[in-house]
């Protein structure tokens, strides 16, 4: 009874952060994992979600989560089908900022008048400019949440305060702290700013108000990117606080964490004893996120430049993007065995498998850092956002792997292009390099989030910051 009652008080003392993720598939689950780094830290989280997200995603190992994760919702005005049911993405930030404001109110106000867990400090996604309007209504620390990688914040940064003047006329391209950028290693809101209005517009309004928060938390790792850190920093009160990955992959400070547990898709599992009978580094794992979205011919391409490697590999399709493959181009793929088709699958625990020889990915930043933390070469074919600079990166920064060059008269990679660069990345000349590099970054991410690395130092100061000034 009396070691009840302690860990009672225990709990009730606990610092609560508030976190308020934008609600996509790559925007829930870094946050959910800077979550459970902060449970080490003694403190608790609470995440918000809206309520069609609750709905619809589908919890893996939710079990394992820690006691003092839990999660709460709010409305974003389109609670039966979220963003897909919005005219625009201008009438869904518009609608989400009305309603999931005075939602949020709500709710903080539901905390506060508790007296046992009380609202110290909310974390909100950088898109969600409107949730730090609302946190300095009450008075409480706000922190502002990039997802992306430091480089690419600090390029938006320079555009929203004119540092770097878009449409860019000259080329190179030089911003502090980054290499020399040609006009297709810009993410694409840069390179031009015209073909996506809406998102231009997301992107630069994550700098509207941020002289309001109290800290910046981007989710990299000081070695990884020093130089635009560094620069960054004499700007911005910012921290470095990744990699978000789950712990067992990195430095098990976390009990049973094992991968990502939210989905916005259903898992398949059909995959493990293909792989498993797969010889090391023989497979190519093959992924472009949940957004991602390809012509029929850019399929086709896809399809006969992995054929023709000779290479086994797994293809992420979802159900949707299979319409655009022929009948006899699945069974060219299934042929012998050496292609595997699935919907959704735990990337991570595909990752980690010694069957991988190489990730050819959009480049977004979540698949990105993950391909680094599990030391796996990759061939990067950017589309658009923020996945072009990942790209730069993943080829001329960290020597990690090598970028696709798009057919300039129609915009397509073509299938001998396919071949050629994931030829590269499996050969034993330049792969040996790329091998190599890979696994440095790697034992650095595992540094960086250990006792005493740089992103636990940061995490450290970030809980020091709420202790002090709640």
Not at 18 to 28: A, D, E, F, I, R
Not at 241 to 265: C, H, K, M, Q, R
Not at 425 to 445: I, S, T, Y
Request: with cysteine.
């Amino acid at each position: 009874m009396e070691e009840e009652r302690r860990n009672s008080n225990v709990m009730s003392e606990m610092k609560h952060v508030l976190m308020v993720p934008y609600p996509s598939q790559g925007h829930l689950n870094p946050m959910l994992q800077f979550s459970k780094r902060l449970t080490t830290k003694g403190v608790r989280s609470t995440m918000v979600i809206t309520k069609f997200i609750s709905k619809s995603m589908h919890l893996h190992q939710l079990s394992s989560l820690p006691t003092s994760i839990q999660f709460d919702t709010i409305s974003d005005g389109y609670d039966q089908g979220g963003f897909s049911h919005a005219e625009s993405i201008s009438s869904y930030l518009s609608t989400m900022k009305a309603i999931g404001s005075e939602n949020l109110k709500e709710l903080i106000k539901k905390y506060n008048e508790s007296s046992q867990h009380p609202i110290d400090c909310i974390v909100y996604d950088s898109f969600l400019t409107w949730v730090l309007d609302v946190t300095k209504e009450f008075g409480i620390i706000g922190a502002t949440f990039f997802t992306h990688m430091c480089a690419v914040d600090f390029t938006f940064y320079c555009v929203h305060n004119g540092i770097l003047k878009v449409p860019v006329s000259e080329v190179p391209i030089c911003i502090e702290g980054h290499p020399l950028l040609e006009l297709k290693d810009t993410p694409s809101f840069v390179c031009n700013p015209a073909c996506y209005p809406a998102y231009f517009d997301l992107v630069m309004n994550q700098f509207s108000n941020v002289h309001k928060s109290d800290i910046f938390l981007v989710n990299s790792f000081y070695k990884l990117e020093h130089q635009v850190v560094d620069s960054m920093s004499k700007l911005c009160p910012m921290l470095t606080i990744g990699p978000t990955v789950p712990s067992s992959y990195l430095d098990n400070a976390i009990p049973n964490d094992t991968e990502n547990n939210l989905n916005l898709f259903r898992l398949e599992l059909t995959h493990s004893n293909w792989l498993n009978e797969k010889a090391p580094r023989s497979v190519i794992y093959v992924s472009f996120g949940s957004m991602v979205s390809f012509t029929s011919e850019q399929m086709e391409e896809l399809a006969f430049g992995l054929i023709a490697t000779g290479f086994n590999f797994l293809w992420v399709i979802t159900d949707l993007e299979r319409e655009k493959l022929k009948k006899e181009i699945f069974a060219e793929i299934h042929k012998d065995g050496k292609g595997l088709i699935v919907n959704w699958i735990p990337q991570l625990g595909v990752l980690s498998s010694n069957a991988i020889g190489c990730f050819l990915t959009h480049s977004g930043w979540n698949s990105t850092i993950e391909a680094l933390c599990l030391g796996v070469p990759m061939v990067a074919m950017p589309q658009w956002t923020d996945q072009p600079m990942n790209a730069k990166y993943v080829e001329d920064v960290w020597k990690v792997g090598v970028r696709v060059k798009v057919d300039e008269d129609n915009g397509v990679v073509r299938r001998e292009e396919i071949e050629r660069c994931i030829r590269k990345v499996m050969g034993n000349d330049h792969g040996k390099e790329l091998r190599r590099n890979a696994d440095k970054w790697r034992e650095l991410a595992v540094e960086a989030v250990s006792e005493g690395g740089t992103s636990d130092n940061n995490i450290n100061e970030f809980v020091n910051l709420i202790k002090m000034r709640s």
